[in-house]
């Protein structure tokens, strides 16, 4: 949906800035998502010292929009900062801090709070800020004792330095702030310590000046995230020397949903070479053995709707996915990383890539992969085929002309075909036309209401919303589609997490699929995942409030009628996986058909169920496995509770792989 915005407040634009009063000069710095320019960043200087930031961008109809101004102390401390304006979802939203009389005091649409203020201070950082506030930390945090600062409202920031490079008559140097986020936060100054250039895996933000530094920066940026994501695989991935075996294991197999007690499991290398009861017999010399105690073994998980960034591949391994499928995404960085993932020197899963095919116009996705002609369209199939994708995906400002030509095109090269269903068509036209799959479940409703025809900006989901309370699953027309979807083995991937997210909450709560989890996040992952719902029309509560249930209806009745079903999330990596089963438990499918339609389907579907592959475990498997205390089979909730994650043989912790991540205990 919007993956890879949960860097934004690490963004830091190109700005001279008033810190401890020297003289700041207005700039302007564009904002771009991949590349894509999509917005602007505006500072001036205000009379008395102050500062004002005016910051937005948008893209596919959604987007920031923050005014903002802040004044600071000598210690380049927030003294005081306004802010009006509205978040990603278009929500309205006001924030004001300042220190009085001894007092340091906040209000915000997430909290409202105080404290004395008692020397050498602390840093405000605001639940909703302009990407340039992160800078302000930075030189802050470069004035402080140890270069490190208390945070409000609470948590604590360091700074740490990093490489130089000349560029233009300037020298730059790479700074990380760590303690904000699951990774340390890179920003650039220049030789006056003002803010030069931020990169992310998803926005970059500099000056005319350095634009063609880019990929310069880039790298030696990547080097530093690559060396610290290396160190934490190396410590924390355990290889066995020789052998490996799980004794006493309960053995969930998917293939007829049957739970074996008291089994083990042999292992050598990334392959499973037997499965049998246990019994008093000891282990071969070379073999380290884990007693799992009567825990749950299960074949790892897959997540089949991922935008894998940053250190989302950890969170995977934590939760127990093993195999994920990335569904759109930076194609050449995305490459990088899934070697990185496979050779060991970042944590991640086994991954499936599907490469994004888009159109064009004011609301198409960020990515450069635009098609408006049939060559275009050869060509980004035939890329994507050469270079290892298995699928691709159509988005929704695609030319709906070119769907059956491009899904032709996919097929010859043997890829699959899923996506959006592009706007001015409907679901039963794009799956004629060639799709294999469809993403996100309120492409199925849409479907039935020919009415709405444009569904690129976000009020394709405000619009579901509403046209559910009208959607008749005993109607001639549904039963006729149900058989379309059956005829042509369309597979569905629903993703429920992401309209519980939009629909069952209200702007600055936590989001219902994260809740369980929010309370051990570092500061800013916190706080930027507190505003993911939309905003609800007033008098329209109980249209949104059945939506979700609407939802989980029409997936149990599609399931029931025997469409393929796989579990993806589109959201947070690991966590969002377990919640999406418990939505599809809570819809009334079965938890062991559950479990089975997390880990065998998506193996079969994407074709990674044949020999020496996934999707269950047995003699000549690769190796993926998870150990759960509980019984999921019974509880789903139990799913949450990964004590081991097995990988090509490898095995994580994921209590030590969280605290790496900086989440409290």
Request: negative net charge.
């Amino acid at each position: 949906m919007h993956h890879g915005l949960h860097r934004l407040f690490a963004a830091v634009a190109a700005l001279c800035l008033i810190v401890g009063g020297t003289q700041a000069l207005a700039h302007d710095d564009d904002v771009r998502i991949h590349g894509v320019a999509v917005g602007t960043q505006k500072l001036q200087s205000l009379p008395g010292g102050a500062m004002q930031a005016d910051y937005g961008f948008s893209e596919r109809g959604r987007g920031d929009l923050i005014h903002a101004r802040w004044t600071l102390d000598a210690q380049g401390l927030p003294a005081r900062y306004e802010a009006e304006g509205n978040d990603y979802w278009k929500v309205p939203l006001a924030e004001h801090f300042d220190v009085t009389a001894g007092k340091a005091s906040w209000k915000n649409r997430i909290e409202v709070g105080s404290t004395d203020w008692i020397a050498p201070g602390a840093f405000y950082l605001p639940a909703n800020a302009p990407p340039e506030f992160m800078g302000v930390l930075a030189r802050a945090l470069m004035k402080a004792p140890g270069r490190r600062l208390k945070l409000l409202p609470a948590g604590e920031a360091w700074l740490e330095r990093g490489t130089h490079l000349a560029v233009g008559g300037h020298t730059l140097t790479l700074y990380r702030i760590g303690g904000i986020e699951f990774t340390p936060v890179p920003v650039w100054l220049d030789e006056k310590d003002a803010t030069a250039a931020v990169i992310d895996d998803w926005f970059e933000v500099l000056g005319d000046s350095l634009k063609a530094s880019l990929p310069t920066l880039q790298a030696l940026q990547n080097a530093a995230d690559h060396a610290w994501s290396a160190d934490v695989a190396r410590r924390l991935t355990h290889k066995p020397a020789g052998a490996l075996m799980i004794r006493h294991a309960r053995l969930f197999d998917p293939r007829d949903l049957t739970v074996r007690d008291d089994m083990r499991v042999l292992v050598r290398g990334e392959h499973v070479v037997r499965v049998d009861p246990d019994d008093t017999s000891a282990a071969p010399p070379d073999t380290e053995v884990i007693d799992a105690a009567g825990r749950f073994l299960m074949p790892g998980l897959w997540d089949v709707h991922q935008h894998i960034a940053g250190v989302d591949g950890t969170f995977d391994l934590i939760a127990g996915v093993t195999s994920g499928r990335d569904m759109a995404n930076d194609n050449e960085p995305l490459l990088a990383r899934v070697k990185r993932f496979d050779n060991g020197t970042e944590l991640g899963p086994r991954m499936v890539l599907a490469g994004i095919c888009e159109g064009t116009g004011p609301l198409a996705g960020p990515t450069p992969v635009r098609i408006e002609n049939l060559k275009q369209a050869q060509a980004a199939v035939d890329w994507y085929a050469d270079h290892g994708y298995e699928q691709i995906k159509i988005y929704s400002s695609f030319p709906p002309a070119l769907v059956k030509p491009i899904a032709d095109m996919a097929h010859a090269r043997g890829l699959r075909v899923s996506g959006h269903v592009p706007a001015f068509m409907l679901a039963h036209q794009f799956i004629e036309d060639g799709a294999d799959e469809i993403q996100h479940l309120n492409f199925i409703v849409l479907n039935f209401f020919p009415d709405v025809k444009d569904t690129r900006s976000k009020d394709r989901y405000t619009i579901t919303a509403e046209k559910l309370q009208d959607l008749k699953l005993d109607s001639p027309e549904f039963a006729d589609f149900v058989t379309l979807l059956r005829q042509h083995h369309t597979v569905l991937d629903p993703t429920l997490s992401v309209f519980q997210d939009l629909y069952s909450g209200a702007p600055g709560q936590c989001a219902h699929s994260l809740c369980a989890m929010m309370a051990r996040f570092p500061p800013v992952t916190r706080r930027r995942l507190l505003s993911g719902a939309v905003a609800v029309p007033p008098g329209r509560e109980a249209v949104y409030a059945q939506a979700l249930p609407r939802l989980q209806q029409l997936l149990k009745t599609l399931y029931d009628d025997g469409v393929t079903i796989m579990a993806g999330t589109d959201s947070f990596a690991g966590y969002t996986l377990h919640n999406e089963l418990e939505l599809y438990v809570q819809a009334g499918i079965p938890a062991p058909e559950v479990l089975r339609l997390a880990t065998l389907t998506p193996a079969q579907v994407v074709g990674q169920a044949g020999p020496s592959q996934r999707g269950f475990i047995a003699p000549g498997r690769q190796a993926d496995m998870v150990l759960i205390d509980g019984d999921p089979a019974r509880n789903i909730s139990d799913i949450r509770h990964v004590w081991r994650t097995i990988k090509a043989g490898q095995v994580y912790d994921p209590k030590a792989l969280e605290h790496a991540m900086g989440m409290s205990p």
